[in-house]
């Protein structure tokens, strides 16, 4: 089976020097047992996915780690350095000393000497402790930003990641940490998909150098929070039909096009190989027209991390600064 070739963008002002895989494989799940995980990711790397995304939170690092030793026994890649492998700082970790920590425990799972990423999870802490969500709202503290950047700007310089970032930053608290870095973000990993395209996200990332990776680009159903809107988009739905595609793959076209990078999570052998199937084709200046003028709506809210009573968060206008 001949696999396919994802095209990479290049990452921070340092244009070529490292890229991201365009498509990745999303590893979160409530299934407490690996096999599924490495099935799918060995088929993955078959297929040519290269990129694959965990976080402490999501009780996958130890499955990855497994699964990207096998492939390397087995001679799937040829060496580690072929792969892209992103990992997000918790919350509970989210306090300058416990950053490196959290880190080199993240590589422990993952049997790897370095991550090519590594995002802050959220833009908020809570009381240090057992990576768990949802957090006790009694334990949701404020983030300090410059001190844990300053934390993960050292873990770069380190070497135990080749690059560093965010994850659900609004423009506002991006613009904070551009103030005082001195390794700005190279990513921020935000809910984005037809249904809530991010488009002054999108303009601030693309005006700082910072690649906008998509998560829930699908809507996430099935998830908690997750929604149909995307499968049920009568848009979506009209314009798989007259090119011949699926809607999945309508809107991972449409995320690729708009320069952003994506991560599906899907464990599927004919769903991981559907998602490959959107860079020989283009949707046309009508279809994207049409797709403009959809109705928008975010769905991953992030209400846990919103507490009246004792969060620093007290709404959420406040965590999103009205991007929502």
């Not at 070497?159 to 659900?168: E, Q």
């Not at 990078?261 to 084709?281: A, G, H, P, Q």
């Amino acid at each position: 089976m001949a696999s396919t070739t994802i095209p990479k963008l290049g990452l921070g002002s340092s244009t070529g020097l490292r890229s991201i895989p365009v498509i990745g494989l999303g590893t979160a799940s409530n299934d407490k047992d690996s096999i599924p995980l490495k099935n799918a990711v060995l088929e993955a790397i078959k297929l040519g996915y290269t990129h694959f995304d965990t976080a402490s939170v999501y009780g996958s690092e130890q499955g990855l780690g497994e699964a990207i030793a096998e492939a390397l026994k087995l001679g799937l890649v040829a060496s580690r350095d072929e792969l892209f492998i992103t990992s997000k700082l918790w919350i509970t970790d989210n306090h300058p000393h416990l950053v490196l920590p959290s880190l080199k425990t993240s590589l422990g799972n993952l049997q790897l000497e370095y991550l090519d990423l590594y995002l802050v999870h959220s833009p908020i802490s809570a009381k240090p402790g057992r990576a768990v969500f949802p957090t006790d709202e009694k334990d949701l503290m404020p983030m300090d930003f410059k001190s844990v950047w300053e934390a993960m700007e050292e873990c770069q310089r380190l070497g135990l990641t080749k690059s560093i970032g965010v994850s659900n930053f609004s423009c506002k608290k991006l613009q904070n940490i551009l103030s005082f870095a001195t390794i700005p973000p190279s990513v921020n990993q935000v809910e984005m998909n037809p249904t809530w395209q991010q488009k002054k996200l999108r303009e601030f990332c693309g005006d700082n150098n910072i690649v906008v990776t998509a998560y829930s680009p699908l809507g996430a159903k099935g998830a908690s929070w997750g929604t149909n809107q995307v499968w049920d988009n009568q848009v979506l739905i009209d314009i798989a039909k007259a090119r011949g595609k699926t809607v999945a793959q309508v809107s991972l076209r449409w995320i690729y096009e708009q320069g952003a990078s994506v991560v599906v999570k899907s464990y599927n052998k004919e769903r991981l190989k559907e998602n490959l199937d959107i860079f020989d084709w283009e949707l046309t200046e009508d279809d994207l027209h049409k797709i403009n003028l959809i109705p928008q709506n975010r769905t991953s809210l992030c209400e846990g991390f919103v507490s009246p009573e004792n969060g620093p968060y007290k709404s959420l206008e406040e965590f999103w600064d009205g991007e929502i």
